[in-house]
């Protein structure tokens, strides 16, 4: 199985709802060897979805019938004549129009979230640089800025997207500027900040004469010493 899953540099611009859009990406997500069909239960999907009712599954795989998204859908019969697994065949995604994202984000990722996301995703450039407004982004995806505020927040206190500022050459700062990360090892890294950027002197009194002042060695943290802390001793006259 893939990591990640390929989407149309269009799907954000369909008009899909935030739920409509998680279904269309879990779609997506089932297509295999740049398949555009898709074979999959709809209780299935309702799961993985987050859907208590399949009813709503089938409402929603209508409505992206509607919008292009989905181009046919059929149900065989089995073999005892039973009705069998319906069988979607997706709009097909072309060669230099997609983007890609992590398989595991659907289940990591509210339908609001993962829009956003989705988003994100597909502006970043080579670099793995995004920097469009707050304002840019809320027209795009049809919602208020306080609502992408609060969102972009939500994914990079969950570690999916890092911001940062860049100083252009006036020595002003830029606008927010983002990029996709992983959580597991943005976590890492800003554990690793927390301990290593700690510098400083402190004393601690043993008795009612003797001090020890220390420093954290950030070089130690850096890996260039073996020791993470330095002692220094003296006596307070």
Sequence with gaps: MQAYIKLNNSILDCGLTVNELKVAVFLYSCAYNNSNTVCVKQSVIATKCGFKQVRTVS??????QRKGIIEKVRRPYKRNGHLGTYIYTLKKIVSKGFFKVKRYILTKLNAVQLRMYLFICRAVTKKNDMWNS????????????NKVIAVIN?????????????????????????SVAEPTLQAKKESSRQFCGLSGTFKIKIGKISYFDYMRSESACQGKSTNLIDFYSGVVP
């Design 59 to 64: 409402d929603i795989i209508c409505r992206l």
């Design 134 to 145: 707050f304002n840019d982004i809320a027209r795009a995806l049809q919602i208020g800025r």
């Design 154 to 178: 939500e994914l990079v206190k969950m570690g999916f997207i890092r911001k940062f500022k860049i100083i252009k050459k006036d020595g002003s700062y830029s606008d927010n500027h983002y």
